[in-house]
């Protein structure tokens, strides 16, 4: 591989959804210059969300493209760069880590992966493209649309029946669909479940379509032991079979839990001294765009301090902020405790 398909780098982050959009914010206000390996398609999973109530600092909801492409002007703003390219491969054997994509091959001091994790899809007919718009993946980010109406639940996991008790408290009726008579999830979550007098549990129970043409008009539904169909006429359709977290181009490089999410400490950080991990691809349990948000910052912040104590950093590229951006942070870099090493910055501040 000649130099031009070459790259050095203190920092790189895989993944431009908002944990990786979050943390280069951090590192750039920090004085590292970080670069994003986006993937073709620009802000993860939230731009699938139709709207979000619930992210601080935002009274009226906002479409999850729309917070993704202020997060990511705002990352623009403090100089960061994206590219619109997909790791491929990594090694993470050596004092320097390596980023395969399919054009280039980047070497860095330190890694943030951020490349989330998809909710597991039933495969239904429609089920893409009524996703937003009936369909969807989160009860948390949109129960709250549907506020004294019918709905459905598919799966029997701890996801579906907590997911389902939370329902409860907006809709009417919440129907619990699972395709067998025992549920997967814990004891107590069912026993929450099947107390809840506006939950009704269909077991035995799939999904066989999607009614309406462009517009959701509810589900047919199948029994698979007797075969019997019928119509449920629900006005949202929540599916919560699993997710799937996006680890495949780290094969054998990293340690990962049972279910693949990768495993972090407190501190983002991974089994491999200087890779830290944020966002959906280590969290099985919240899958919030505010907690991605948050451990995109914190490993953002441990990042800048593993590249400033090492040894060996490749020299730190400037951090180039556009002037809006430069003049804020000039501001209130005024009352916060600089320290400058081996030409790298590294602002103190943790706000
Ligand atoms: P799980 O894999 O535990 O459960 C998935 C559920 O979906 C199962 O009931 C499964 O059915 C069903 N399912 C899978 N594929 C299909 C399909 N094609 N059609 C219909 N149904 C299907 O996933 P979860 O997201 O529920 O949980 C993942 C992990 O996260 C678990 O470890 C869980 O404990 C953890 N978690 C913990 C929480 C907590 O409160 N601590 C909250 C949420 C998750 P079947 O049972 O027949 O296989």
């Given at each position: 591989m000649?130099?031009?398909n070459r790259q050095?780098e203190?920092?790189i982050i895989i993944g431009g959804?908002?944990?990786g ?14 670069l994003i390996l986006n993937g073709p398609e ?40 994206l590219k619109y390219e997909s790791a491929e491969e990594v090694d993470f054997s050596?004092?320097?880590f390596t980023v395969k994509t399919e054009s280039k091959e980047y070497i860095a001091?330190?890694i943030?992966i951020a490349t989330g ?128 977290p996006r680890t495949e181009c780290l094969k054998g490089q990293i ?20 890779v ?5 691809v ?70």
């Amino acid at each position: 591989m000649n130099d031009k398909n070459r790259q050095e780098e203190n920092l790189i982050i895989i993944g431009g959804g908002p944990g990786g959009l979050s943390a280069s914010i951090y590192a750039a206000r920090n004085g590292v210059a970080p670069l994003i390996l986006n993937g073709p398609e620009p802000g993860g999973q939230i731009t699938t969300t139709s709207e979000l109530e619930n992210y601080p600092g935002f009274p009226e909801p906002i479409g999850g493209f729309e917070l993704t492409q202020k997060m990511t002007e705002q990352a623009e703003n403090f100089g960061v760069r994206l590219k619109y390219e997909s790791a491929e491969e990594v090694d993470f054997s050596g004092d320097k880590f390596t980023v395969k994509t399919e054009s280039k091959e980047y070497i860095a001091d330190s890694i943030i992966i951020a490349t989330g994790a998809e909710p597991r899809t039933l495969g239904l007919e429609k089920e893409d493209s009524m996703r937003g718009n009936g369909v969807s993946y989160c009860a948390t980010c949109d129960a709250a649309f549907f506020r004294n109406k019918e709905v459905a639940i598919v799966g029997g996991g701890d996801t579906a029946l907590w997911e389902a008790t939370f329902l409860a408290k907006f809709a009417s009726t919440v129907y619990i669909i699972h395709r067998r008579d025992k549920f997967r999830g814990a004891k107590i979550l069912g026993d929450r479940v099947k107390a809840k007098e506006n939950i009704e549990i269909l077991w035995d129970t799939e999904v066989k379509n999607i009614k309406g043409e462009k517009k959701f008009e509810g589900i047919l539904i199948f029994n698979n032991k007797t075969n019997e169909e019928r119509n449920l006429d629900v006005k949202g359709l929540f599916i919560a079979i699993g997710h799937k977290p996006r680890t495949e181009c780290l094969k054998g490089q990293i340690e990962l839990d049972e279910y693949g999410y990768i495993v972090t400490d407190k501190k983002q950080h991974t089994n491999i001294p200087g890779v830290f991990a944020c966002g959906d691809v280590q969290d099985p349990d919240y899958r919030q765009v505010v907690i991605a948000a948050g451990s995109g910052a914190k490993s953002a912040i441990e990042a800048s301090e593993y590249i400033e104590k090492k040894e060996n950093s490749f020299p730190a590229k400037e951090v180039k902020m556009k002037n809006h951006a430069a003049e804020a942070n000039s501001k209130d870099s005024s009352d916060t405790a600089e320290k400058e090493e081996g030409g790298l910055s590294l602002s103190l501040s943790l706000d």
